[in-house]
């Protein structure tokens, strides 16, 4: 059974970071995508940016490039979303996702995590 659990989000002041965690369980990723994904209240849930698990390779959208970056970390089954200069506007719940197919950076995705919140406050 797939598990994809995150952590990290929490609270913080414009300007400040937070390193989101993805642990990922139940299978090998090892083919896989493994995506963060936002959404913020009213809006539609977006791509942040993607991974290859297999090489590290990734994909940032447009809006996210030079502030985030994607990693992982083949030993701890874990994926991360460091969060730098951030933004009231980058007030979202944060998802972690697993595409087995791997055949795009937008997907589609076959396994969601929980979430986790993230509030910048002004």
């Known amino acids: 059974q797939v598990q994809l659990v995150e952590s990290g989000g929490g609270l913080v002041q414009a300007g400040g970071s937070l390193r989101l965690s993805c642990a990922a369980s139940g299978r090998s990723f090892s083919s896989y995508n493994m995506g963060w994904f936002r959404q913020a209240p009213g809006k539609e849930r977006e791509l942040v940016a993607s991974i290859k698990w297999s090489d590290g390779r990734s994909y940032y959208a447009d809006s996210f490039k030079g502030r985030f970056t994607i990693s992982r970390d083949s030993a701890k089954n874990t994926v991360y979303l460091q969060m730098n200069s951030l933004k009231p506007e980058d007030t979202a719940v944060y998802y972690c996702?697993?595409?087995?197919?791997?055949?795009?950076?937008?997907?589609?995705?076959?396994?969601w995590g929980q979430g986790t919140q993230v509030t910048v406050s002004s």
């Open positions: 996702a697993a595409d087995a197919y791997a055949s795009t950076w937008y997907g589609p995705y076959d396994y």
